[in-house]
């Protein structure tokens, strides 16, 4: 494992990747970030390969004999399909939620060679694991947090214009449009990153060994921050909702992600066991 503990990483950080561009793509038919991410999920494809055909031509055993090989070729399968679809298909949500799941999987595999050898490089991946899944999350409250002062800056704006007042100033705080607009762009970003937290949380406490409770105050509130946000993406883009009205929405939402990071984090003791 230590010859390819590192490889593991990049492996798992350009799937990453890809999975935030395919995501940009169905909030905003991004064409750029798909083709992006199409060529990322073919270097994780093309690493995979190389890992499988070492299983055949060196240790001499086809790569489907043991839970780690299982799964390994289990997620290369979901790739492969995952970019064949993407060539000869147009349904990126479909795209999405087969590379979400092929994520999970290579994940479970990488943790499962991880907890086999705890030792030396194992340990280590494990922390890092704790360290991106810790990373991400606050990653993805951030352009949340941005997300807010953007609708609150839009909330003020419009009360200005709306009474006819401060009109020397008001011009600062920028077009009521490019608000809304920057504020649903931080969220479309934010949202994977936190779902890709979770499911690296996941990965964790399963390599780590660790007590795991789906009950947790903190994987409840992490979940519900994430339902939250998921929502005021469906609100937007189903129900067209706009302006002022997801602006409000996405101040209430802020408020539960500080519910969550403040309070629950207190009674939570997920990540000190």
Do not use: C
């Amino acid at each position: 494992m230590d010859d390819v503990k590192w490889l593991y990483e990049i492996m798992l950080i350009i799937y990453g990747l890809s999975l935030v561009g395919y995501f940009i793509n169905i909030i905003q038919n991004n064409r750029k970030a798909s083709s992006i991410a199409f060529w990322l999920l073919s270097m994780v494809w093309l690493l995979q390969t190389v890992f499988l055909l070492q299983q055949v031509i060196v240790a001499k055993r086809f790569p489907v004999l043991t839970l780690y090989d299982g799964l390994s070729f289990y997620a290369w399968i979901l790739i492969a399909f995952s970019l064949i679809l993407s060539k000869w298909s147009r349904m990126p949500f479909m795209l999405f939620l087969i590379n979400l799941l092929g994520f999970f999987i290579l994940l479970l595999s990488i943790s499962t060679n991880a907890a086999e050898h705890m030792q030396g490089p194992g340990i280590e991946l494990v922390h890092e694991m704790l360290i991106a899944h810790v990373t991400l999350a606050i990653m993805a409250y951030g352009f949340f947090t941005v997300s807010f002062i953007f609708s609150l800056m839009y909330l003020i704006q419009y009360r200005f214009l709306k009474q006819k007042k401060g009109f020397r100033w008001v011009r600062r705080i920028g077009d009521l449009t490019q608000l809304d607009m920057y504020s649903f762009k931080s969220v479309t970003v934010g949202v994977p990153l936190l779902t890709i937290a979770i499911i690296l949380g996941v990965g964790w406490a399963y390599a780590a060994d660790a007590e795991f409770y789906w009950f947790d105050l903190k994987t409840i509130g992490s979940l519900l921050v994430l339902g939250v946000y998921t929502l005021y993406l469906l609100l937007r883009l189903g129900k067209g909702y706009q302006g002022k009205a997801i602006s409000t929405y996405n101040v209430a939402a802020f408020l539960i992600l500080l519910i969550n990071f403040f309070l629950f984090s207190n009674l939570s003791n997920f990540h000190l066991q």
